[in-house]
């Protein structure tokens, strides 16, 4: 069974409809990346999973059962983290805060154990140590990136919903990021991974799929996709990943 | 050397009655924060909590005290009320039918209390007994030195709510973004309704304590929450520290002219106060603090 299965998904923006008859699913375990240009739909799939948007048709289903409906505080309260575009940091909240409340979806948790497991995620991302206790909007957009997925990891997530973490970064630092992604999904956290910059996201997934304009138009593993000419022309910018 | 005690006696005062706009301030603020909608019924908060007191201390003849916190307690409940019925429904809606739905509630509680209570204004007991202490040469009056010791009791509490617990932080991440706390599972709706029974609360508070001063009357909320809402603008609009400050500074600007100028003219110094900073400095005392989001 599939920890993720998103059945002939439809998700509207008013009357434009962003999404038409998706369906994909993610294995426990598994690395999967949905590639696309903008506008193309891939942040709307990330929010019509964790419940921003309600599906006009089709089903969500995490672990067999539907949350569709169930909305986001709760989605997130089975163990769905999205770190969603553009990073979302609270601006008035210093770093560790912002960590610390990335578990809010678990309860009855003792606030030592928290500040513990927010140290922990220090050791993951050491180049925020240092601004623990500054305010968020104070960090430059690849802090922020990174702030941004630590807490994303305090939810203890089973499945993490990644939007464009390397929108805007400099290359340096998206490599770092990817090295980081790659070291979550060995502590065996599921991941779907919504990139513009197919490259780098096939260099570490298990397999994608590429959403155009609200459908889903190729699936297959990094190797297929990178050989397949209509996608290397559309994503992939020519060049050889 | 009498010139100075009258001027400690008069700042003293002006601090006293700037404490209560400093709390209704608050309120305001922290729903402002929470929802972005400035609440027209926050000073009606103010004369209902003072009209709970009149209710269960004057009709019940309940002890002072548990008059006291029983109109506190009867404040949380209204608070989760006020929420659910005024803010609730039209949460989804722009900031404009919300503030028109406050101005509707402020207007429907008066009219209740004045069914209810009709438009004599009541006395009010002060809190403690004794009239007060001379030090030096100035004149503290109880009820006064309690407001100060009330106010600056809650101001710390509510640092230390806000600035301390894991509770505080999630209140502060609703009000900073709210799509996003309920991506991390906090419950944004209790949230809110946690800052409406927090405000009304405050509201009420500030009744009870300047009850004693200005007699409970149907019209006691607008007049405080005019000053209190003119507290927040020269504060710094949505800063905290901003109302507190702004709040005592109204109070003791208000109290002074009175006394050097012009008593008549009392409730005008705060809006001429108000008028100056408009004009040279819009963003008041503190400005904004969370930067907008890109």
């Known amino acids: 069974m599939a920890l993720l299965e998103l059945r002939g998904i439809s998700s509207h923006y008013g009357n434009v409809q962003a999404l038409k008859g998706v369906s994909l699913h993610v294995n426990e375990g598994e690395l999967v990346t949905l590639l696309g240009a903008n506008g193309a739909g891939k942040s709307t799939t990330l929010k019509t999973i964790s419940g921003l948007i309600v599906p006009t048709e089709g089903e969500v289903l995490f672990e067999g059962k539907p949350i569709h409906r169930a909305g986001p505080e709760a989605i997130a309260r089975l163990g769905i983290s999205h770190v969603p575009e553009g990073r979302r940091i609270f601006p008035g909240l210093t770093v560790r805060e912002n960590i610390l409340l990335g578990a809010s979806n678990r309860k009855g948790v003792p606030r030592k154990q928290l500040e513990k497991e927010a140290d922990e995620k220090f050791e993951i991302f050491p180049e925020i140590r240092r601004f623990e206790n500054a305010l968020g909007w104070t960090l430059s957009g690849g802090q922020q990136q990174m702030l941004a997925v630590a807490r994303g990891l305090m939810a203890e997530p089973k499945l993490l919903l990644l939007d464009e973490p390397s929108l805007g970064l400099a290359p340096l630092i998206v490599q770092n990021l990817f090295a980081t992604i790659r070291d979550i999904r060995k502590r065996g956290v599921t991941i779907l991974l919504v990139e513009q910059n197919a490259n780098m996201a096939l260099s ?23 050989g397949n000419e209509q996608v290397r022309a559309a994503y992939l910018g020519g060049h050889h990943g | ?46 004369m209902l909590g003072a009209y709970a007191m009149v209710m269960f201390f004057t009709g019940l003849e309940w002890p002072y005290w548990l008059a006291f916190i029983a109109s506190l307690v009867a404040m949380a409940i209204f608070g989760v009320i006020f929420n659910y019925g005024v803010y609730y429904p039209l949460r989804h809606r722009s900031f404009l039918p919300v503030i028109i739905s406050t101005l509707g509630a402020s207007i429907f509680l008066q009219n209740t209390v004045l069914a209810i209570f009709g438009p004599q204004p009541r006395p009010m007991d002060k809190v403690l007994a004794a009239d007060g202490i001379t030090v030096g040469g100035v004149f503290l009056d109880s009820q006064y030195l309690v407001i100060l010791a009330v106010t600056m009791a809650m101001v710390l509490f509510t640092y230390v709510f806000f600035e301390h617990t894991l509770l505080g932080k999630k209140l502060q991440a609703t009000s900073q973004d709210k799509d996003m706390a309920r991506l991390l599972g906090i419950p944004v709706a209790l949230m809110i309704s946690i800052t409406f029974i927090y405000s009304a ?55 002074l002219a009175a006394y050097h100028i012009s008593v008549p003219y009392k409730d005008a110094y705060a809006f001429l106060a108000l008028f100056i900073f408009l004009l040279i400095r819009p963003s008041g005392i503190f400005g904004e603090k969370v930067s907008e989001k890109a």
């Open chain 2, 1 to 46: 050397m009498q010139i100075l005690f009258d001027n400690l006696q008069v700042l003293f005062q002006g601090l006293a009655l700037g404490s209560i706009y400093s709390l209704v301030a608050l309120g305001f603020v922290l729903i402002i924060r929470a929802t972005n909608v400035v609440n027209f019924a926050q000073g009606d908060f103010a």
């Open chain 1, 204 to 226: 570490v997934a298990d397999r994608g799929y590429v959403l155009e304009t609200g459908t889903l138009t190729v699936e297959g593993t990094p190797k297929e996709l990178l």
């Open chain 2, 201 to 255: 609360v405050l509201g009420g508070l500030a009744g009870v304590l300047v009850g004693p001063i200005l007699f409970v009357s149907i019209g006691m909320g607008s007049i405080i929450a005019l000053k209190a809402f003119a507290a927040t603008i020269i504060g710094g609009f949505g800063d905290v520290t901003g109302a507190i400050v702004g709040g005592l500074l109204l109070g003791v600007i208000e109290s």
